[in-house]
């Protein structure tokens, strides 16, 4: 039997891929490249030893999933596939709704059809919107806002209607915190397309000399040194969640969602500070206005998934700092196609 990984050749589906063939898992992967490459399933190959059979498929093209569901013996999904960009959701919602949306519906169809109903899915702790208090628990109040936020909160509904209307299904939704750092070896890390969102990438760019300065997001939040707090997970940390829920939804039936953190926030500053450590590397900041839509303080209480799934992260802020330039030093330039 094999567990099906969508967007596979992503930054956190890759390090999960890892994960699962070294656990002695046999996996199927499929992915579109919208942000990925190719070459990563070599790399996948030149950590583990072991290959996946991969499609190169959308989960919108309901005959290339009927295919996958036909030609291997699935017994689980983690679904990764998406987009995932919140600056790019408010510019293009269309496209997130139906590809996010549309598409999670025709994969939740065709495993239905397959008899395949265990599904781990790749949520976010943007489900809690700006939360009253930190750190968020899972029974927080939910809201989105922005149009992946959103469109992850529908999929974690459509998934518990799914467990309502069948008592087979099992589902468990992981709701990231902020995943950064890179395998131990080098060789599969962070590496998004186009001008990167996100943090960790932006630093990478100023370490790599593609960039001047880091630009902070404003210094005059209510926190110990005005940066926004943010919950830094190890992307391994993160992959081997999956795993210990992957276990989780072979043993149960129906819905459950966990937050994935180190349970404690640093500072964009303190980021950057550990970065500095990590790297030898000076990285010279620029203060710029907030951005919008950014909340102040976001951290998770990850009791829930220490005593239901038996995880809890081991890596420190340097180790996915060690680790994220490690990245950088092997791949300059990223994945080169
Ligand atoms: C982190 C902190 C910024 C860039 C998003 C998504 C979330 C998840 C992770 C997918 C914030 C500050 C950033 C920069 C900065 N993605 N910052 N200068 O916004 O917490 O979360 O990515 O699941 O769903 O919402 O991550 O890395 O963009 O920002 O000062 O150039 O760094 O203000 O405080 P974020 P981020």
Not at 178 to 198: Q, R, T, V
Request: charge should be negative; proline fraction near 5%.
């Amino acid at each position: 039997m094999s567990v099906l990984v969508t967007g596979g050749t992503g930054f956190i589906g890759s390090h999960t891929v890892v994960e699962l063939l070294e656990a002695g898992y046999d996996v199927v992967v499929f992915d579109n490249f919208y942000n990925s490459k190719p070459c990563v399933l070599d790399r996948i190959k030149q950590i583990t030893g072991k290959s996946v059979k991969f499609y190169e498929a959308d989960m919108c093209d309901a005959s290339a999933m009927k295919k996958i569901f036909a030609e291997n013996e699935i017994d689980a999904v983690i679904h990764f596939a998406g987009l995932k960009a919140v600056g790019e959701s408010v510019e293009k919602p269309l496209a997130y709704y139906k590809n996010n949306i549309g598409g999670t519906v025709v994969l939740c169809e065709e495993m239905a059809a397959a008899g395949v109903k265990r599904m781990v899915f790749s949520s976010s702790a943007t489900v809690y919107g700006d939360p009253e208090t930190v750190p968020m628990r899972e029974d927080f109040p939910t809201s989105a806002t922005n149009p992946y936020g959103e469109t992850k909160l529908v999929i974690e509904r459509i998934l518990a209607d799914v467990c309502v209307s069948d008592p087979e299904w099992s589902v468990s939704c992981l709701r990231y915190f902020n995943p950064i750092g890179a395998h131990k070896s080098g060789l599969i890390g962070e590496d998004p397309m186009g001008i990167p969102n996100n943090i960790m990438p932006r630093i990478q760019k100023v370490a790599a000399g593609e960039w001047d300065a880091i630009t902070i997001f404003g210094n005059d939040y209510d926190t110990p040194d005005g940066t926004g707090v943010r919950d830094y997970i190890h992307v391994t940390d993160l992959a081997q969640a999956h795993i210990a829920a992957l276990k989780r939804v072979y043993t149960v039936k129906g819905w459950e969602c966990f937050n994935i953190g180190c349970g404690r926030g640093y500072s964009v500053l303190e980021l950057i500070d550990a970065y500095s450590r990590a790297s030898g590397k000076e990285i010279p900041k620029v203060i710029m206005p907030r951005r919008p839509g950014d909340i102040a303080v976001s951290y998770a209480d990850p009791t829930k998934a220490k005593e239901v799934l038996g995880w809890e992260a081991k890596l420190t802020l340097d180790d996915m700092c060690r680790d994220a330039y490690n990245f950088l030093l092997k791949n300059p330039h990223g994945y080169e196609d």
